[in-house]
């Protein structure tokens, strides 16, 4: 199955274009996705969000919704899952959202097989630019997903999201061990420089 035939999948919105100036009222405040505001686990990192105002109310094909497949354009390419709390954050246009149609595919199904190995070398072939490296819309369009029963997608859903939360809280507890080594080495520094 190809993407674009059980999905509609389309770039993200061109902000300069709907951007209220500095001069004008702005009719709306979106919270906008950034590059980085997706993890390298797929997550979407709310704090990392920035605030967009735009000239005029924007159509609900550029806001997440529920159930979307958000992939970033530029390397690394990572897809992303929307859940409810992920709802109505605009889509730039160095993103694609593809909204599944297919009932034979899970859209959790489809983010996990963007991030594998096999999608990812595939991209790899097709990234073009020198300055940003960027894949073309298209490439990820026309991906070819294998098509495995629904029942086999959930264990696979159910057994990378396990592992993708265990490899978030051992990224956490790497960081936290980094700064109490810090801190004790700050200490002993500190009590060295004092003799």
Do not use: W
């Amino acid at each position: 199955m190809k993407i674009k035939d059980i999905a509609i999948a389309k770039s993200g919105m061109v902000l300069s274009r709907k951007r209220a100036d500095r001069f004008e009222k702005p009719a709306e405040k979106y919270k906008v996705l950034t590059l980085k505001s997706i993890s390298k686990y797929g997550k979407i990192n709310h704090e990392d969000l920035e605030e967009y105002y735009s000239s005029e109310k924007l159509s609900e094909d550029y806001l997440t919704k529920e159930g979307d497949v958000v992939v970033r354009l530029r390397e690394p390419i990572i897809a992303t899952y929307i859940g409810k709390e992920d709802e109505n954050i605009l889509v730039p246009s160095y993103f694609l959202k593809i909204r599944v149609l297919s009932d034979k595919i899970l859209p959790q199904y489809l983010t996990h097989y963007l991030n594998s190995k096999k999608a990812q070398k595939q991209f790899r072939q097709h990234i073009a630019g020198t300055s940003i490296p960027m894949i073309k819309p298209n490439v990820i369009k026309s991906l070819e997903v294998p098509n495995v029963s629904l029942d086999r997608q959930r264990a696979i859903i159910k057994f990378l999201d396990c592992a993708q939360k265990e490899l978030i809280l051992l990224d956490n507890l790497i960081e936290l061990k980094e700064k109490y080594y810090k801190g004790i080495c700050d200490k002993l520094m500190k009590g060295y420089n004092e003799e």
